[in-house]
Every structure is written in structure tokens, then in C-alpha cells.
């Protein structure tokens, strides 16, 4: 992909392309995650990249909606973010799982978390489905509804030999209504106790969920500048890849926490808002 390029009063010379998160950053979600509206400055900021050709995804770790059904919502209030510029953790699970030649996966997650793998060609099986406990690979997304006979199909799949995918490993994140549970997180953990296998993260801080997020932008990871509201996922990532991370503080990181952080979950540059790139980015 051809990209633009930012002006060098932007601060910004090492930077060809941006990598969003989207709760905190981008938009408050409701507590039913059905309702977005954008946080001030998102919409002039991702029109102006638009508009100078530079290169921009969003990476949730929100893996109940697939992109093409959840790219709509963000442009109906405003941001201009094609399907393909919007990425989850199950995009980047049908990635992993198709390149490692896995054909089945048994879903702990709603049918829309199972969608972009089952596109992807994986066959997506659920709890007391045939085959389900024999499948090579068990995936954990968003799952309100878990029970225990989900965790026990998951064990038993595991006990069979099936490698472990999680889609996030954040106990929280922002909402419009404060903090909300992160399900993957609590499902994930209850499996990893009981059958103390490793887990394959495929959402943020994943480096797998960079890499994509690189190949959709087509620029090497350094050259991205990651902007997020959490110094233990988007800034920890970019740390871990050599990008640029830019913390906000309008999810769930205050600016006296975000002060606080240790080095590797520093951020390069703690923004007053996304109003303050798009004024950059305009000069």
C-alpha cells in the first residue's frame, strides 16, 4: 500500500503509519457494546490521515463483533474505517490458524467470534457439538454466557492434545459505563488452571496482532505509532516491537498512572487528546 506522509512539525519523523485502539481511544462503547460514540477528535484525526493518504487500522480486542459487522457501526458515527482497516483478535487467530494448517477449532464465544475464523476456512465447532473435544486447537473470545460445561469441553480438547488461543488477556476495559469484564481473560484463566497448558494470544499485546496490523499497512512495525489508553496492552506492545506508543487518557490509564509506568510500559508521548495529533498532522 502506497502511504502518505506526516509533516516533520508533526514530531512525529519515525512515524509512516498509525495503529488505533478503539475502547478508550477511539470510542466509549455502552455496556452491551451495541452502542459506540466517538471520543472528541477521532473523527477529524482519522479524516485528515485519510484525506493525506497515511496508512491507519484499529485493533480491538473486542472479538464479539467481525469486522464486517462492526466497521459499519464506527463509520455511522463518523470514522471513516474501512472493513479491511479494522482488525480483531479473531482476525488475527484465522491468520495464525490457517498458517499452521489447524482445520478445526472448538469456539468458547458467541457466532461472531467464530465468523472470521470459519471464513478463514477453519471448521468452528461449540460445547456438545461432534468432534468438539477432539479438535486441534481451542479459541477463547468473548463469551458472556460461559458455563462450565464450556470450560470442561475446553479441558477435555486440551487433554486431547489441543493447543490453547485466547483472544485477550485484559481483565477490563473502558466503556461509557466505567469498567467492564474482560470474559476472555476470566474464561482463559480458569482453563489455564485447570490444565496448565501455555496460551496463544492472538489480541493486544500480542506481537502476532502487530505483525497484522503491520502487513495491513504495509509498513514495518517500527514505523507505526500505536495509540492506546492502556500502558499493559497498546503501549507494552509497541514497546516490545520498537513502534512509538502514544497514551491518552480518556479510557482506562490516568495521567498520574501514566506517569508512574515503568519503562517498558512508558509510552514515548502521553497525549492530551487525539485533537492534538489531528492539529499536528493539519500544520
Not at 49 to 63: E, I
Not at 160 to 171: E, Q, R, T
Not at 249 to 275: D, F, K
Amino acid at each position: 500500500m502506497d502511504g502518505g506522509s506526516l509533516p516533520p512539525a508533526a514530531g512525529l519523523q519515525n512515524v509512516e503509519g498509525f495503529v488505533f485502539d478503539l475502547d478508550g481511544t477511539l470510542i466509549l462503547s455502552d455496556r452491551s457494546l451495541g452502542g459506540y460514540r466517538a471520543l472528541p477528535g477521532a473523527v477529524d484525526l482519522l479524516t485528515q490521515l485519510k484525506a493525506r493518504g497515511v496508512p491507519f487500522v484499529a485493533l480491538t480486542n473486542g472479538s464479539n463483533y467481525p469486522p464486517a459487522e462492526q466497521a459499519p457501526k464506527l463509520r455511522a458515527v463518523g470514522l471513516p474505517i474501512e472493513d479491511w482497516q479494522l482488525l480483531t483478535p479473531s482476525t488475527v487467530a484465522a491468520e495464525l490458524m490457517t498458517g499452521r494448517g489447524i482445520a478445526r477449532a472448538l469456539v468458547l464465544g458467541t457466532p461472531g467470534v467464530a465468523r472470521p475464523l470459519a471464513e478463514a476456512g477453519v471448521e468452528t465447532l461449540f460445547t456438545g457439538q461432534a468432534g468438539a473435544e477432539e479438535a486441534p486447537a481451542v479459541y477463547v473470545g468473548w463469551h458472556p454466557d460461559c458455563g462450565m460445561k464450556d470450560i470442561e469441553a475446553a479441558c477435555r480438547a486440551i487433554w486431547n492434545g489441543a493447543a490453547l488461543y485466547v483472544a485477550s488477556d485484559v481483565p477490563f476495559f473502558a466503556t461509557s459505563a466505567g469498567k467492564s469484564l474482560g470474559y476472555s481473560y476470566a474464561i482463559a484463566a480458569a482453563v489455564q488452571k485447570l490444565t496448565r497448558v501455555p496460551k496463544v494470544l492472538t489480541g493486544k499485546p500480542s506481537l502476532h496482532a502487530l505483525r497484522l496490523a503491520a502487513k495491513r499497512t504495509g509498513l514495518a512495525m517500527r514505523r507505526l505509532a500505536v495509540v492506546g489508553d492502556d500502558p499493559m496492552v497498546e503501549i507494552l506492545m509497541a514497546r516490545r516491537a520498537g513502534a512509538t506508543g502514544l497514551a491518552l487518557t480518556t479510557g482506562v490509564t490516568t495521567a498520574e498512572e501514566w506517569m508512574a509506568q515503568p519503562a517498558s510500559r512508558r509510552p514515548h508521548r502521553l497525549l492530551g487528546g487525539l485533537h492534538e495529533l489531528a492539529d499536528e498532522i493539519s500544520r
